[in-house]
């Protein structure tokens, strides 16, 4: 298996533009994980989805972060519109069934700047 | 409120030596434990679990970790450290009843040979 698959693993962009990480899982996975990293915050859980549906929005910054799973080979979370401080590492992961007990398998990331 | 701490934000270590990282938490039920580490520019890669049974959890790489409920902590360790060990490490829990892992801050692992 690939392994979870992110795109693009770089993007720059200007404040106001529009930004759409892309995440595949690992196929038979059930449970999907966005987390974006900070050198100030960490490591933070935006959101997960369990079966193509989101169960936990909590972490979400604001408004302008949306998430989607069409499906259960894909993921995207979109800003709109971005800002600097949106600048960080944004990390998929996926797990099998049982996701909270279970291992976590996490892409290589997207490094997103925002100028 | 549930929480993991990992008090030292970096830990030096000469080749050869073993090495210690150190992880505490506080969480209202039975919790579930993991270590993982972070090369540069990659993800996070799992590298044990503690769900239930030994206390003492053998993992990847030569590193284990040491369940402890009295002292809730699971501090990992490593007998001879390597200095290809060099990286980011994080602990992470979650309980039976969570929504959500919590990770900690990391600690930066330094090797030198």
């Known amino acids: 298996d690939a392994g979870v698959i992110q795109s693009p693993r770089h993007e720059v962009t200007e404040m106001g533009q529009e930004v759409t990480l892309r995440c595949k899982p690992i196929s038979g996975h059930d449970y999907l994980f966005w987390y974006r990293q900070t050198m100030m915050r960490g490591l933070e859980l935006l959101i997960y989805?369990?079966?193509?549906?989101?169960?936990?929005d909590s972490g979400m910054p604001e408004d302008r972060f949306s998430a989607k799973m069409p499906n259960a080979s894909f993921s995207t979370l979109k800003i709109q519109p971005s800002e600097p401080r949106d600048s960080a590492v944004y990390f998929c992961?996926?797990?099998?069934?049982?996701?909270?007990?279970?291992?976590?398998?996490f892409g290589p990331g997207t490094r997103l700047l925002v100028l | 409120a549930q929480s993991v701490a990992q008090p030292e934000d970096q830990v030096n270590v000469a080749e050869g030596n073993p090495l210690t990282v150190k992880c505490t938490y506080s969480?209202?039920?039975?919790?579930?434990l993991f270590w993982y580490v972070q090369y540069p520019n990659r993800g996070l890669q799992f590298l044990l679990k503690?769900?239930?049974?030994?206390?003492l959890v053998k993992g990847s790489y030569g590193f284990e970790a040491e369940f402890n409920k009295s002292q809730t902590s699971f501090h990992l360790k490593k007998p001879s450290a390597l200095v290809s060990d060099s990286a980011l490490y994080f602990c992470?829990?979650?309980?039976?009843?969570?929504?959500?892992?919590?990770f900690g801050s990391g600690t930066r692992l330094s090797i030198r040979p």
């Open positions: 989805f369990n079966n193509n549906v989101p169960i936990d």
């Open positions: 992961a996926s797990s099998p069934n049982r996701g909270l007990g279970e291992t976590q398998y």
């Open positions: 503690y769900i239930t049974g030994d206390n």
């Open positions: 992470a829990v979650t309980y039976s009843s969570a929504s959500k892992i919590i």
């Open positions: 969480v209202s039920g039975n919790p579930y």
